[in-house]
């Protein structure tokens, strides 16, 4: 499946803590991109992360590649109240960009 | 820079009636793409549109279609609405890489069918 798989499906923190979602994927990528969604509204760009990149930063976002194990990951640090919102992981894989299920995050204040 | 707009926001429609739905990408940007998003199914990709030109298509049948005219805005439509196309409708737009560059979304088109 050209999808990723992100995991946690689901992760609730409290205001101040680290966040770190991963997301794995099965096939060859260009680039990984993440992405924010608050609830029922459009999709936010984060980071795009190149296939020969291992690591972007992001104001309070850093994003890993490992392409050896197929894994990316998205560190939120310092979260805050509106950082909750569901984020995914998309893969650029041949012409098309596929979204994994998401990760649910919810930093409670 | 305006970001992209789509229209209608929310949209109740019958099983049986087919309905459009349009994207205006941001200014300077040939790419849009449309996705559709459901509970069960996730984010998926329907179709890219390049220069009035359909570059790459998703797994849906053709009641789903779509177009894009010279001002690179793009319009898309279901014929035959059926209860399970009641999803959040996106669409983005991207400078000129389609999935090889960031992608920017609208806030969606909410369509329920009935």
């Known amino acids: 499946s050209q999808q990723g798989e992100e995991d946690p499906q689901a992760l609730s923190i409290q205001e101040g803590e680290n966040a770190t979602m991963n997301c794995s994927y099965k096939?060859?990528?260009?680039?990984l991109q993440w992405y924010r969604q608050n609830s029922g509204r459009g999709l936010v760009h984060l980071i795009l992360i190149r296939s020969n990149e291992r690591e972007k930063h992001s104001g309070r976002l850093r994003v890993t590649l490992d392409t050896s194990k197929k894994s990316s990951s998205l560190l939120i640090t310092a979260s805050r109240a509106a950082d909750t919102a569901s984020y995914f992981c998309?893969?650029?894989?041949?012409?098309?960009?596929?979204f994994g299920e998401g990760t649910q995050l919810t930093v409670n204040p | 820079k305006a970001g992209v707009t789509q229209t209608p926001r929310y949209l109740i429609k019958t099983r049986g009636q087919q309905v459009t739905l349009s994207c205006s990408p941001i200014?300077?940007?040939?790419?849009v793409s449309w996705y559709q998003q459901t509970p069960g199914q996730g984010l998926q990709f329907l179709f890219e549109y390049f220069s009035e030109t359909q570059r790459n298509k998703g797994n849906f049948p053709g009641r789903f279609s779509g177009r894009q005219f010279s001002n690179s805005r793009s319009e898309m439509n279901v014929s035959t609405l059926e209860l399970g196309d009641s999803a959040l409708y996106l669409c983005?737009?991207?400078?000129?890489?389609?999935?090889?560059?960031?992608?920017?979304f609208g806030p969606g088109t909410r369509l329920t069918v009935t």
């Open positions: 096939t060859s990528i260009n680039n």
């Open positions: 998309a893969l650029t894989s041949g012409s098309r960009l596929t």
């Open positions: 983005a737009s991207s400078f000129s890489g389609g999935p090889y560059y960031e992608q920017y």
């Open positions: 200014s300077g940007h040939r790419s």
